[in-house]
């Protein structure tokens, strides 16, 4: 869960569930760390990129024309700066 406590521009993040410190005969996995390597973009190129979900048939819908851009951005974000774990 993510509270904005509208004092900073950090979010307070709390976990929906708490561990159980009385039960550890079983043993946790190790969660997959999915992140981009920014720093490694650069900022011309991703400017030059082609946005064609954008720019051709836009959807008068909002939120159909949200996920129009945030499909375009991610698909130019995979090639330039790939998921990593």
């Known amino acids: 869960m993510v509270d904005d406590l509208g004092l900073s521009d950090h979010f307070l993040v709390m976990p929906d569930r708490c561990p159980d410190f009385d039960d550890l ?14 720093c490694a973009v650069d900022v011309e190129d991703f400017a030059t ?23 375009s951005v991610t698909s130019v974000l995979d090639a ?5 774990n």
């Open 49 to 71: 990129q082609p946005l064609p979900y954008v720019y051709m048939n836009q959807s008068d819908n909002v939120d159909e024309f949200y996920r129009q851009i945030e499909s």
């Open 25 to 38: 005969s079983h043993s946790c996995a190790a969660a997959a760390v999915l992140f981009r390597n920014f």
């Open 80 to 84: 330039l700066a790939p998921l990593r």
